[in-house]
C-alpha cells in the first residue's frame, strides 16, 4: 500500500540558510510520481516540485530541489536561501499508478530573521 | 487562466444537517480530488473523480459522496452531518490521471458544524 512518512513535525531554520525537510516513500509500483507542497496559514496549498520515479536527475525549481533516493525510497526538499516568506507547512505527496494522491502529516517550518 | 476555484469559502451548518460543497477544475483538467483537512492535521484523502466517474475513495463513511459533472466541476456532499466534520475541504484538479502531472488546489471550503 501506498504510504508517506514525514517525520519532522517542526523545523527551524535562519534567514539566508538551507534546509532540509525529509520524506520517505513506500509504494511496491515501479512508477510514481513524487511532489512537494507548501501551505501557508492562509491555507491554500502551492505546488512547489514534482519528481518521476524515472526521472535520472533531481529535479529543482528556484530556490527548491529535490533529494531523490530511490533506493532509499526518500525524497526529500532542500530550499536554500531561505526567506522569512517560506514560513509555512510543507506536505510530501505521491501518486503511483493507483492514481490516488496521497500525502504525508506535514512539516511546520519556521524561519527566523 | 482562472485557478481551481470552490465554493463557499465558509459554511457553518448544525449537527444532522447536510452540506454541499462545490470545485471548478481549471480548463481543461478532467481528474478532480477532494481532501479533508482538520484543524492542524495533514489531508486526508477523500475522493477521487476522472471523467466524470468515481475512481477511487478513502477511508471515508458512505455519508460522504460526490459526483463529477460533464463539464468536469464536482461536488462534494457530506449528510448526516457531525462534529467531526469540521475542517477544510480542499479541491483539486490535474491534467487526467497520469502519475506525472501535478495537482492544483483550490482555496478551501472551512466547514464549521455546531
Known amino acids: 500500500a501506498q504510504k508517506i512518512t514525514q517525520t519532522q513535525p517542526g523545523m527551524f531554520v535562519q534567514e539566508k540558510e538551507a534546509v532540509t525537510l525529509d520524506c520517505t516513500y513506500d509504494?511496491?509500483?515501479?512508477?510514481?510520481?513524487l511532489f512537494w507542497y507548501k501551505q501557508p496559514s492562509s491555507g491554500e496549498m502551492i505546488f512547489l516540485i514534482y519528481?518521476?520515479?524515472?526521472?535520472?536527475q533531481n529535479a529543482t525549481e528556484g530556490r527548491y530541489s529535490l533529494n531523490f533516493q530511490k533506493a532509499r525510497k526518500s525524497a526529500n526538499l532542500v530550499i536554500s536561501a531561505s526567506q522569512l516568506g517560506d514560513s509555512a507547512m510543507y506536505f510530501c505527496?505521491?501518486?503511483?499508478?493507483?492514481?490516488?494522491?496521497?500525502f504525508g502529516s506535514g512539516t511546520r517550518l519556521l524561519v527566523r530573521p | 487562466e482562472a485557478g481551481v476555484t470552490q465554493s463557499p469559502t465558509h459554511l457553518i451548518k448544525t449537527r444532522g444537517q447536510q452540506a454541499t460543497l462545490r470545485c471548478s477544475p481549471i480548463?481543461?483538467?478532467?481528474?478532480v480530488y477532494w481532501y479533508q483537512q482538520a484543524l492542524g492535521l495533514g489531508l486526508q484523502f477523500l475522493l477521487w473523480?476522472?471523467?466524470?466517474?468515481?475512481?477511487n475513495r478513502g477511508n471515508f463513511p458512505p455519508r460522504f459522496s460526490g459526483r463529477q459533472f460533464p463539464n468536469y466541476s464536482s461536488e462534494l456532499n457530506v449528510n448526516a452531518l457531525e462534529l467531526e466534520d469540521s475542517a477544510l475541504y480542499l479541491c483539486?484538479?490535474?491534467?487526467?490521471?497520469?502519475?506525472?502531472?501535478?495537482?492544483?488546489f483550490g482555496q478551501g471550503t472551512r466547514l464549521t458544524v455546531v
Open positions: 480548463s481543461g483538467h478532467t481528474s
Open positions: 505527496a505521491m501518486r503511483d499508478s493507483s492514481y490516488k494522491l496521497i
Open positions: 473523480y476522472d471523467e466524470g466517474e468515481e475512481r
Open positions: 483539486a484538479s490535474s491534467l487526467g490521471s497520469v502519475g506525472d502531472t501535478e495537482a492544483f
Open positions: 509504494t511496491s509500483d515501479p512508477s510514481y510520481g
Open positions: 519528481q518521476g520515479s524515472y526521472d535520472q
